[in-house]
């Protein structure tokens, strides 16, 4: 990977984020959200657009739609409307998509994103959000061999969150990590599950390049809209191919921003290219006018402080709050709080037992993350709760065995399911009692005074070669205090 500075010209990236919320029933109609089900079961004349149907709007939608702007540091609208954008599609029976156009429910906001290695971190402008509802889904399908499209209007009328930033992103990567903190925070406030296999959220991000010209003048490339992404990993290698490209064209035309009209792209994965599309559409070509069967949203002092608490702790404000409270690094907590809430609660159920931070902390990341990464499934489903593994660690503590020897129970608890005691029983594990351990000791140096002899010298890191050979006699010793056994009796030698 090229770092930004090492390239003749600067990317310029803004993104329009598609996010389904996560309600039980659609924006302007009862019908079930429910991903899923047989096409076309989850309609009504409303969501058809049956003529004489009316919709009404869905509340809850409006406020979780709220919740994430307040969160994204919006100003919120008191007063707001809904508008009709035309325009025809096979997917939209309406003829029409009932949007926000000129009087949004929130805009102005920010969200900042920092990677965790500290290579940046960058704040991102939001220009605004706004709700609308989802088109239905046209379904090709070319692989049948008969070129049959069929339409399903399930997704019809679902409630959608449009974020759109301003062009603060400066490259590709950046783009990656600020779409993985956006979505967080959005699963963080139970806005959306943002689950991208089922589309709930999906990206369309605008790119140009800036190149400073011998003359002194910036130069702009003409801006690429690349359409509907649902992979972060696609947008980072849409993105960069798409700088590459515009680079390329550059050198090649000199064709400069405002000569030719914006242009679609769409990101083909498999090839790894982008691909023009259309010529974009301008507002007017919507023909957007207020929607008449709908009465304008005004929103109360009583719902924004509702919706104020319910956002109150953001991921980053968790990530401060973690470090604080259990006195563990920024990287630790980052760690933590990347990996989602269920996990931060499972983390302060431990550190709350344990009452202490970083060995709980310790304790998650080498080894309940790295076998949930093995395994795979939430931390819901994993099997060794919190209780059990403060147990261990206060027998650790005790020293009853090691952490090393801890952790093998820790993978026999895991694979048995059997309580620590139990594993301990079995076995075989009990702390051996300090007369044993000095016994121990004496013979292990009576038959080592080459290592009695070398600490003597001043060699204190020999007598770690003792602790193999107690371990051998015993697996049960702490390898800490035969060490110290052992230089003490060295000493009174
Ligand atoms: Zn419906």
Known sequence: MTSPAAEPYT????????????????????????????????????????????PVMNRHAFDLAVR???????TIARFTKWDRKNYFYPDLPKGYQISQFDLPFSSDGWLEAADSKGA??????????H????????????????ADSRIDLNR??????????????????????WLNELKLLLVYLGVSDCNMQEGS???????????????????????????????????????????????????????????????????????GVTRAQRHKEESSDYRYFPEPDLVPVTVSEAELASARAACAESPAVLRTALADRWKISAYDADVLVNQGRELVAYFEDLATRVGEGKVASNWMQQDVLRTLNERGGTIAEFPVRPEAIADLIGRVAKGDFDTSRGREIFAEVLASGRSVADVVAALGI????DEDL??????????????????????????????GQAKKKNPNVNPGRVRAICLELIRAM
């Open 11 to 54: 990317t310029i990236i803004g993104l329009e984020v598609h996010v389904q919320l996560q309600t039980q029933t659609k924006l302007f109609c009862g019908c079930s959200t429910k991903f899923g089900m047989p096409p076309n079961t989850q309609v009504c004349p409303t969501c058809l657009g049956l003529p004489g149907a009316l």
């Open 68 to 74: 994430a702007a307040l969160a994204l540091n919006c």
């Open 430 to 433: 009990a702390a051996v009692s």
């Open 120 to 129: 940046f971190a960058r704040r991102v402008g939001i220009i605004r959000v």
């Open 131 to 146: 709700l609308e509802e989802d088109a239905g889904k046209s379904m090709h399908d070319e692989a049948a061999g008969t």
């Open 201 to 271: 959220l999906r990206v369309d991000a605008n790119i140009n390049l800036h190149i400073p010209e011998p003359d002194g003048r910036i130069a702009k490339t003409p801006i690429v809209e690349i359409k509907n992404m649902n992979s972060f990993r696609s947008v980072e290698r849409a993105l960069t191919y798409e700088a590459a490209r515009q680079w390329d064209e550059w050198q090649a035309t000199k064709a400069e921003m405002g000569k030719t009209p914006k242009q679609t792209r769409g990101w083909d994965d498999p090839a």
């Open 156 to 177: 019809a009328g679902t409630p959608l969150c449009e974020i759109v930033t301003q062009p603060d992103l400066r490259s590709p990567q950046e783009a990656r990590v």
């Open 438 to 467: 000095t016994a121990l000791c004496r013979e292990l140096l009576a038959a080592n005074p080459r290592v009695v002899a070398d600490v003597k010298g001043g060699k204190k890191q020999a007598a770690a070669g003792l602790i």
